[in-house]
């Protein structure tokens, strides 16, 4: 059983709100990611951390920002919440050296 | 740039029957190869990978993966498919940038 969090699982939420998604593992992972996972079920990299204070972002433009403060936390955070930002997200993380990744179970966002 | 192909959006096959869910990639260097399954309202869970040495990797629930460097493919395969193996399968790579990217994904769907 991988031990990565996500909370909330799911979160519906207004037009224009602030909202922060979050992600904890304890497995001590430098390496962490977030995708975003379309409802027809494509994964896009949005964001990822190789290490504390390391942020870039992935493949996929998004209006969201993370933070890597310690190790084993990576929020992410939409600071004014859209219809289109509705969509699954899911953290995950890796240990060194090519290893497998570990995922969370996911929060479903549905902004109305 | 680093890039997977899974050229079939779903895949149909009966209970009992052989199964195959094809994947080809794009990356500089060595490859590491990795597959997953995910299903419904789940996170991804981690099947099998390919880094180094024997072609055929055996991964977990049976399933088994072929590396084809020649091809540049990395197919899933399972002798005799359950219904219980019904989800979503997503094929990914990991090239020298460390960023895990995915397939589109393939449904797969196995009839009684």
């Known amino acids: 059983e991988a031990d990565i969090y996500q909370t909330p699982r799911y979160l519906v939420i207004g037009t224009g709100k602030k909202i922060t998604l979050e992600c904890s593992q304890t497995m001590g992972h430098d390496k962490m990611y977030w995708y975003q996972q379309d409802p027809g079920m494509e994964l896009h990299l949005i964001h990822y951390s190789y290490g504390v204070n390391s942020t870039e972002k992935g493949d996929l433009s998004s209006e969201s920002t993370v933070s890597r403060i310690r190790t084993e936390h990576f929020p992410l955070t939409l600071e004014s919440a859209r219809p289109s930002h509705t969509s699954q997200y899911l953290c995950a993380s890796s240990a060194p050296g090519g290893g497998m990744a570990f995922f969370g179970q996911g929060t479903r966002l549905t902004v109305v | 740039a680093q890039s997977v192909a899974q050229p079939e959006d779903q895949v149909n096959v009966a209970e009992g029957n052989p199964l195959t869910v094809k994947c080809t990639y794009s990356?500089?260097?060595?490859?590491?190869l990795f597959w997953y399954v995910q299903y419904p309202n789940r996170g991804l869970q981690f099947l099998l990978k390919?880094?180094?040495?024997?072609?055929l990797v055996k991964g977990s629930y049976g399933f088994e993966a072929e590396f084809n460097k020649s091809q540049t493919s990395f197919h899933l395969k399972k002798p005799s498919a359950l219904v219980s193996d019904s989800a979503l399968y997503f094929c990914a790579v990991r090239a020298y940038t460390d960023k895990l990217i995915f397939g589109t994904g393939t449904r797969l769907q196995v009839f009684p």
């Open positions: 990356v500089s260097g060595n490859p590491y």
């Open positions: 390919y880094i180094t040495g024997d072609n």
